[in-house]
C-alpha cells in the first residue's frame, strides 16, 4: 500500500506543476514566456518544424497512459484502504467477541470459586459435626463404663458389707455404705444425663436400698440390714428385683422377717 500510495503522490504532483493553472494563458506562465521568446530568437529549422509534427500523436499516446496507469493506482489505493478498513472492522469485532468472552469466563471462574469455598465450608462443617459426635460417643462410653465401674464396686463393698454383718462385725460397714451411695448417686446423675433412664433408675433404687440398710444398723436391726444390703445389691448388679422403698427405710425389711 506505502508504494501505492507514494507513486500516486508523485504522479499528482508532476502534474500539478507541469498544468497552469484554470484561466491562466499558457504566455503568463514565465516557463512559457521563456519558451516562446527562445523559440523566436531561434526559429527552429524548416526540418525540424516538420519532423515535430508526426510526433503530436504519440505524445497524446503516452499522456493518455498516464493517465490511465494513474487511474489504476488510484484505484488499487482505494481497494487497499477500503481493505483496510474490511480488515480493521473485522479486528474490532473480534476484539468486542473476545471481551465479551472473557467478562463470561470471569463470571464463571467466580462462580466456580464460590461454590468450591461453600463445598470446604460444607466439608469443614461435616468434618466438624464428625469430629463432635465422635467426642460424645467416646465421652458416652468412658460415661458408660465408669458407671460400669461404680457398680460393680458398689456390688462388691455391698458384699464385704453383707460378709462383715453376718459375723456381727460392723464397724467401718456404715462408712462403706455411705461410700458406695455416693457412687451410685453419681451413676445415677451421669446415666441420667446420658438419657439411660434405666441405669438411673437402678442406681436410685440402689442408694435408697442402701439408705434402708443404714437406718437399719443405726437401729441395731442387722437382719434388716442384710435384707436391704442384698436388695441394693441386685440394683446395684444390674439385675433388680423390685422397687426401692417407699416411705422410711425399715419397712421394706419388716415383710421379709428374719430370713438372715
Keep these: ?56 500523436p504519440a505524445a497524446g499516446a503516452a499522456a493518455s497512459t498516464q493517465a490511465q496507469a494513474m487511474d489504476t493506482e488510484l484505484r488499487r489505493a482505494r ?49 466438624a459435626a464428625g469430629e463432635e459426635r465422635a467426642r460424645a460417643a467416646d465421652e458416652a462410653a468412658r460415661q458408660a463404663a465408669q458407671r460400669a465401674s461404680d457398680n460393680v464396686g458398689a456390688s462388691q463393698a455391698l ?16 462408712a462403706s455404705l455411705a461410700a458406695q451411695a455416693d457412687a451410685l448417686e453419681r451413676a445415677r446423675s451421669s446415666a441420667a444425663a446420658s438419657g439411660s433412664t434405666g441405669q438411673a433408675l437402678q442406681a436410685d433404687s440402689a442408694s435408697r436400698w442402701i439408705a434402708a440398710a443404714r437406718d437399719a444398723l443405726a437401729r441395731g436391726d442387722l437382719v434388716a440390714a442384710r435384707l436391704a444390703i442384698a436388695r441394693a445389691q441386685a440394683f446395684a448388679g444390674g439385675a433388680p428385683t423390685g422397687g426401692a422403698p417407699a416411705g422410711g427405710g425399715g419397712a421394706p425389711m419388716g415383710s421379709a422377717g428374719g430370713g438372715y
Aim: charged share 20%; glycine share 6%; no cysteine.
Design 79 to 127: 481497494d487497499e484502504i477500503a481493505q483496510l478498513r474490511a480488515d480493521l472492522g473485522n479486528v474490532q469485532r473480534e476484539l468486542a467477541d473476545t471481551k465479551t468472552q472473557l467478562t463470561a469466563e470471569s463470571a464463571r471462574s467466580q462462580d466456580l470459586e464460590r461454590r468450591l469455598a461453600e463445598t470446604e465450608q460444607a466439608r469443614a462443617a461435616a468434618a
Design 1 to 56: 500500500m506505502t508504494g501505492a500510495a507514494v507513486t500516486l503522490a508523485l504522479l499528482l504532483a508532476q502534474r500539478a506543476f507541469n498544468v497552469p493553472p484554470a484561466g491562466q494563458r499558457a504566455e503568463n506562465d514565465p516557463s512559457a514566456a521563456g519558451t516562446a521568446a527562445s523559440a523566436t530568437q531561434n526559429p527552429p529549422a524548416a526540418g525540424t518544424a516538420a519532423s515535430a509534427a508526426p510526433d503530436s
Design 159 to 174: 458384699q464385704g458389707a453383707q460378709q462383715s454383718l453376718a459375723v456381727g462385725d460392723t464397724s467401718g460397714v456404715d
